[in-house]
């Protein structure tokens, strides 16, 4: 049966990036005219929903790799109506942005860590590169769609190589030292008055073997 008369073995394109992938993503926050100073939602980036539900509307670019320049929107959760627990999310998922951008452990409590994990608003928040662990939701028709629900520390193994931080190969490479020069000892000099021996011929200085000769390797013809 011929490829393009036949569909029932096509595969379906869902065209999501599949869940679990790691890549270096860039957050752009889509501004929805919503502030709360008290909050310090300001500058007007949150979006407030027909719910009541505050969020951000996160747009993240994927920089590198197989899916560079593919994009992936999802929602940062600010306040819901319904609890607390969307909002607790979204805090947990901007400090591990702030931890994979700056290069911090999320076990490092330092006081430069703290103040690492602090910003002055949203804006801090627009043009963040980091590294993203991309998962599969579901959109309002029930169709897969990429979502972005965890960061990337520098506790992962694979961090410092998506980051871009890990050494090169090239500055890993030792070259390796000369080999160490062996120089023939110098015939000794002639007593004064008597003239320099002359090399006696041996069985080794007549005639050089043929070409593939017995006992020699090729590269030393």
Not at 170 to 180: D, E, F, G, I, V
């Amino acid at each position: 049966m011929s490829l393009w008369t036949d569909f029932n073995d096509a595969q379906s394109n869902t065209n999501v990036i599949p869940k679990g992938t790691l890549a270096k993503v860039r957050l752009t926050i889509r501004p929805g005219g919503f502030d709360d100073p008290a909050q310090g939602w300001t500058g007007g980036y949150a979006r407030r929903g027909a719910t009541g539900a505050v969020y951000l509307d996160a747009e993240y670019t994927v920089l590198e790799g197989p899916y560079a320049r593919r994009k992936i929107w999802s929602l940062i959760g600010l306040y819901s109506p319904k609890g607390p627990d969307w909002a607790n999310m979204g805090r947990s998922l901007v400090r591990g942005m702030l931890n994979s951008a700056r290069g911090i452990s999320d076990k490092d409590n330092s006081p430069e860590a703290q103040a690492a994990r602090r910003i002055d608003g949203f804006a801090d928040l627009d043009g963040l590169e980091f590294v993203a662990r991309i998962d599969i939701g579901t959109d309002t028709n029930g169709e897969d769609k990429n979502e972005i629900r965890a960061a990337v520390t520098p506790d992962h193994r694979d961090y410092a190589q998506i980051m871009g931080t890990a050494p090169s190969m090239a500055s890993q490479t030792q070259h390796p030292a000369p080999a160490p020069q062996h120089h023939a000892p110098a015939a000794a000099a002639p007593a004064q008055g008597y003239p320099a021996p002359q090399p006696q011929p041996t069985p080794t200085q007549q005639a050089p073997a043929a070409p593939g000769a017995p006992g020699r390797p090729s590269w030393a013809q």
